[in-house]
């Protein structure tokens, strides 16, 4: 969920002010803001990734990663979902029409049996086209009920949302949800992007990883691009787009829009 994000702060720094979470909900100091994604072929802007930003008054900027894992400690994570993508929604309606939104969704929100209809409520009544829309998750929300999970992910499929295996590579990798899952996109985690323009092991992993994607039929998103050389590699091993400071870093709603808009 933080895709290259740079605000992440240790936990135990900031326990203290754990609590204060709840308030800012209530008083607007969680934003909304959007990593840009670009096409590979052209460098197009095609889209955000919608991201949590926590505007504290003593600690400063808080990324997503932190936030959520400090919302998650005040079963407040689900709460801070809901306010976090219904922004981004309502944001999103403003976007031109050629432009897509990502948004994450949490394991405790997969597993509930009513998950896909209330979603899908929520996106009719932001007037946002389904199609539009990618959903991203990542592999701890399939850890519970791998089977119940792929039954959500297919009702909102079945209306059009694409669905995003998030931070792949960063985990177990069980290559059996790329088989269980109606998935259309991997997202490559930072972490296999690194290194690829100065390790052959990295590439050789990169080039194995589009490759079988490319057999899938799935589309490749590479995340934690920040050196131009990075972006040329993952353009020739045959990925679709990819985020990242190379290009630009996460933005709050208007900066996006004049981006879209340039």
């Known amino acids: 969920m933080a895709s290259g994000d740079h605000l992440e702060l240790d936990l ?21 803001v959007y990593q840009p994604q670009f096409a590979l072929e052209n460098d197009e802007l095609i889209g955000g990734e919608a991201l949590a930003r926590w505007q504290h008054p003593a600690l400063g900027t808080i990324g997503a990663q932190t936030t959520f894992a400090i919302a998650e400690d005040q079963n407040a994570a689900a709460r801070l979902s809901v306010k976090v993508v219904d922004a981004a929604l309502a944001q999103f309606a403003r976007w031109p029409e050629h432009l897509r939104l990502s948004v994450n969704l949490l394991p405790q929100e997969i597993s509930a049996s009513d998950f896909a209809m209330r979603f899908l409520a929520r996106v009719r009544e932001s007037r946002v086209d389904p199609e539009r829309l990618t959903v991203e998750i990542t592999e701890d929300v399939l850890l519970g009920d791998l089977h119940r999970a792929a039954r959500t992910l297919a009702s909102l499929r079945d209306a059009g949302i694409a669905i995003a295996l998030d931070d ?58 920040e050196r ?13 787009a990819y985020q990242g400071f190379l290009r630009a870093a996460p933005m709050d709603a208007t900066s996006f829009r004049q981006l879209a808009l340039a």
């Open 228 to 240: 131009e050389a990075q972006r040329a590699i993952v353009a020739a091993e045959g990925c679709k």
């Open 12 to 32: 135990a720094r900031i326990s203290a002010h754990a609590p204060d979470l709840i308030r800012a909900t209530a008083q607007d100091e969680i934003e909304t």
């Open 168 to 225: 792949f590579g960063a985990g177990f990798c069980n290559f059996g949800y790329l088989k269980v899952l109606p998935l259309d996109y991997l997202k490559l985690d930072r972490s296999m992007v690194e290194g690829i323009d100065t390790d052959h092991r990295d590439l050789a992993i990169l080039r194995g990883i589009a490759t079988m994607a490319d057999a899938l039929g799935l589309d490749v998103i590479a995340e934690g691009v």
